[in-house]
Nanobody
């Protein structure tokens, strides 16, 4: 079992920055790939970014490329999402997720085994 807890959400003006954190516990961080997903009101949950178990490869949705950076510190069992140049349309609940490293990293949320409770990010225009 893996427990995930997000933090760092809040209210920010358009153009501003936030850094989300996802603290993991229960198994060694090197056991799994991790990702961020988000869900805006009235919309389906969507992929934001993923990082493989070692941190050596990252993946991004086109909508956040060049603005968001995913990273992880396995020694601290923590994953991060640095969000810069935030836009109104980035407003959503952001979830972190984990999947076994023995599977290929996925853009599909149904492939992830563990989820956090989510943290709200609100960008004012």
């Amino acid at each position: 079992q893996v427990q995930l807890v997000e933090s760092g959400g809040g209210l920010v003006q358009a153009g501003g920055s936030l850094r989300l954190s996802c603290a993991a516990s229960g198994r060694p961080a090197s056991s799994y790939h991790m990702a961020w997903f988000r869900q805006a009101p009235g919309k389906e949950r969507g992929f934001v970014a993923a990082i493989i178990w070692s941190g050596g490869r990252t993946y991004y949705a086109d909508s956040v490329k060049g603005r968001f950076t995913i990273s992880r510190d396995n020694a601290k069992n923590t994953m991060y999402l640095q969000m810069n140049s935030l836009k109104y349309e980035d407003t959503a609940v952001y979830f972190c997720a984990a999947q076994s490293r023995f599977n290929n990293p996925s853009y599909d949320g149904t492939d992830y085994d563990y989820w956090g409770q989510g943290t709200q990010v609100t960008v004012s225009s």
